[in-house]
């Protein structure tokens, strides 16, 4: 059985633009629409081999993208970067750390991002 890899899709929304049209449109069609690889190949005249084929040649440059360039794992770090310094700001709000604490807890997430080059 062929099992969907949903990492490929979120890498595929960082570097789709990269792949070739046709591989593209499948993999779109794969992991966005969901889509069985008998119902793709009857859309591209093509066989589910061929279909399969598209796809592990896709896969396969989504990753090299990624871990030659790592974008997506760069935007993850930002995201969750972001996601606790609003988290410290909330509870700095709502009173539930003083701003000491605050402070201390922003400065260690600052020092992080800067020193991951974030």
Known sequence: MFEKNMKISYLLDFYGDVLDE????VMDAYYDDDLSLSEIA????ISRQG???LIKKGEEHLLFLEQKLGL????GEIRASALSLLAVAERLKNGEIAPEVAADQITEVTNTIVSKGV
Do not use: I, L, N, Q
């Open 22 to 25: 046709r591989v593209r449109a």
């Open 51 to 53: 279909v399969r084929h």
């Open 42 to 45: 009857d859309g591209e005249g």
């Open 72 to 75: 997506a794992h760069h935007h």
